[in-house]
């Protein structure tokens, strides 16, 4: 089973690279961007095929590795 | 306008990052990972309104700074 994991910074956190990626569009004259956020995307391909314990495996490594729930958030698309 | 592009490496580019992780993944006993691919997620705020105009926009951002199409692929979801 194939999910996609998304982790983003949470609102009010920072974002040097978000906006340094904001100031490069601006000065390849992109017009009307507002804000970039930048954040990681993990693809993971699974053994399992049930979707609640590959959810529930998924939240733990985000816990653990993939997220810094300090100062991101995560979403477990499947 | 939110719009949330993800550009990912293409199949068969290889990706030392993903591999790290899954490696850390199994350290960490998380059992039954078969393969981890980080991408990036840019959440970009547009001006616009107009889904068409903005995945235009959004399409020339990738090719010329968000993504280098000879290795990534992008994905828009507005």
Chains 1, 2 share one sequence.
Do not use: H, W, Y
């Not at 049930?50 to 477990?76: G, H, P, Y």
């Amino acid at each position: 089973m194939k999910a996609r994991v998304t982790v983003t910074l949470k609102n009010g956190v920072l974002d040097p690279q978000g906006t340094a990626i904001e100031g490069s569009l601006a000065a390849l004259s992109f017009a009307g961007v507002n804000s970039v956020r930048q954040g990681k995307v993990f693809e993971i391909d699974l053994d399992t095929n049930d979707a609640e314990q590959a959810r529930a495996s998924l939240t733990a490594m985000c816990e653990k590795l993939l997220a810094n729930t300090v100062i991101e958030d995560f979403e477990i698309s499947l």
